[in-house]
């Protein structure tokens, strides 16, 4: 088959204007579903795990820009072949491209939206993509027999060009404008910025002086909610509508209860600082950070729906479908567990999890810190499977003690002399009780530790170093207050946690 180029321009426009006129229906009609977010969360529930972990670590908070910009180049490549095969090739593959997108829609994470709604903007998508296509290339032959002059196979008789780059023009605009403006005038409101928050009737123990030793370049003890690291699967931050939202509370329980966002405020709200630290931290890595959150504790929740004797876990959910399992005992032991309202003075940042997410001291994220979260679900482990322990992660993960050397940074000249070697530690909910660090696999120093502020935060760390001149290995190794100290085995982070001694190359002048 000759593939046709003025085709392959045409197959790009019109299905470029289709996805941008459904990315502003999808923005502007709630319950309904953006064919083009569908596909791409599609392909993140696809990829192989390992593949996702190579995404996190390559491309960290900025894997799903990366991934999108994939998506939407194999999108272009696929339209400009479809195209380029001609009007009525074009025009079948078009079609059956819009059906598979459409059972994409209806198979995409749980709404609550009935699927005429959801199938709104694809359809929509179709009828622009295969009428344009159509009209486009209606005065182009099919192919050019194998034997017309080259000229006037690019331009058959009663093919006007102008009018088919006006044509393609308009398109054009059609698909930039129509998914900018889903991206922004289009975009619901959430109310987040008319929330106002109650005092915390339990406030934070107040910040003991010295817990930040103040070191440049050390991470900074409270983690800015803008430095704040961000793992999730969802493509495009959920915007969820305070006034919209409902959380429900049921299984395994007396009384299964539904609670807006505003019941929730009203409830006794506690003010605490933890450490939240992602499963998918490489050892020195950056999916760690301290913050004050406010939010009801999950145990009072608990109690009131009434728990049944034999659960031992809750599934909670979030509104993209995410599935998270926590042990129900740290849910309701005296850790102060909570459904998170704030982070740092505020209500919660949309990218982490506004309004309401689950923030529990001493568990990995992915079993225990829900973000956008709907659904609490009091079942048994026994019984149901979360997102990542169906991909080979383990159900139940505590924090692993761990340490991360901020200064110097790996592959640093320094100057000899006496320096400062400094990073942080964690191992929330038992605390640190030691941290040590060794040069070139000398003796164990002891570093000093900055003020202990609560088992469930990390603490800063710092150890004078008279370096010399050369090239050298600096390692630290923790150990938390119950004895457990962090191992030099090396683990890979699936099923439950990297493990191995952090360790900087520095050259000495
Ligand atoms: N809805 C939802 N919640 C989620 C996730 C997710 O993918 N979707 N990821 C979890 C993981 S793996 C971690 S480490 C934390 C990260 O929280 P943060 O992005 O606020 O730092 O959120 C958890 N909550
Ligand atoms: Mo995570």
Request: with cysteine; proline share 8%.
């Amino acid at each position: 088959m000759r593939l046709s180029g003025t085709g392959a321009i045409a197959g790009l426009a019109a299905g470029g204007a289709g996805v941008g006129a459904s990315q502003a229906i999808a923005a502007a009609l709630p319950g309904t579903t953006s064919p083009l977010i569908a596909v791409a969360n599609r392909v993140i529930d696809w990829t192989p795990r390992q593949l996702k972990e190579f995404a996190i670590e390559q491309f960290g908070t900025n894997d799903k820009p990366v991934l999108l910009a994939s998506v939407i180049a194999g999108m272009v490549i696929v339209l400009a072949l479809v195209g380029a095969m001609g009007r009525t090739v074009g025009i079948t593959a078009l079609a059956v491209l819009v059906a598979v997108a459409g059972v994409v829609v209806l198979a995409d994470r749980p709404t609550t939206d009935g699927p005429i709604l959801r199938l709104v903007p694809v359809a929509v998508l179709g009828a622009i993509a295969l009428g344009s296509f159509a009209w486009l290339l209606r005065a182009a032959p099919d192919t050019p027999a194998p034997d017309t002059p080259a000229a006037e196979a690019a331009a058959p008789p009663g093919f006007d060009r102008r009018n088919f780059l006006a044509t393609v023009g308009v398109l054009g605009a059609v698909a930039v404008g129509g998914t900018v403006a889903g991206q922004t005038v289009l975009a619901p409101g959430t109310g987040r910025s008319g929330v106002r928050l109650p005092p915390p009737r339990s406030p934070a123990a107040p910040l003991p002086a010295g817990t930040a030793l103040k070191l440049p370049g050390l991470t900074p003890y409270i983690t800015d909610n803008r430095d704040f690291y961000r793992v999730d699967t969802a493509l495009r931050v959920p915007r969820v509508a305070v006034d919209d939202y409902r959380l429900r509370i049921h299984g395994l329980v007396d009384a299964p209860i539904e609670l807006s966002f505003q019941d929730l405020l009203d409830l006794p709200l506690i003010e605490r600082r933890i450490t939240l630290t992602c499963v998918s931290q490489p050892v020195g890595g950056p999916y760690v950070g301290n913050a004050t959150w406010i939010g009801v504790r999950t145990r009072d929740l608990l109690s009131r729906v009434g728990v049944g004797a034999d659960a031992d876990a809750v599934k909670s959910t979030s509104v993209d479908g995410m599935t998270i399992g926590t042990p129900l005992t740290v849910l309701t032991d005296d850790r102060d567990a909570m459904l998170a309202v704030a982070m740092n003075g505020e209500p919660l940042p949309p990218e982490h999890g506004f309004p309401v997410r689950m923030v529990v001291p001493g568990l990995y994220g992915y079993v225990s810190a829900t973000k956008w979260l709907t659904d609490l679900e009091v079942t048994r482990f026994a019984d149901f499977s979360a997102y990542w322990t169906s991909r080979g992660y383990a159900a139940q993960a505590p924090i692993k003690t761990a340490s991360r050397i901020d200064v110097p940074k790996s592959f640093a000249r320094i100057p000899a002399g006496r320096t400062p070697v400094a990073g942080v530690a964690w191992a929330q909910h038992r605390g640190i009780e030691r941290v040590e660090v060794r040069v070139d696999r000398g003796v164990w120093q002891p570093a000093q530790l900055a003020e202990r502020d609560g088992i469930d935060c990390w603490r800063q760390w710092v150890w004078q170093w008279d370096a010399t001149p050369g090239n050298h290995m600096i390692e630290a190794r923790a150990t938390d207050a119950t004895g457990i100290p962090q191992t030099e085995e090396r683990v890979p982070i699936a099923p439950d946690g990297a493990t191995g001694w952090p360790g900087v190359q520095v050259r000495v002048d």
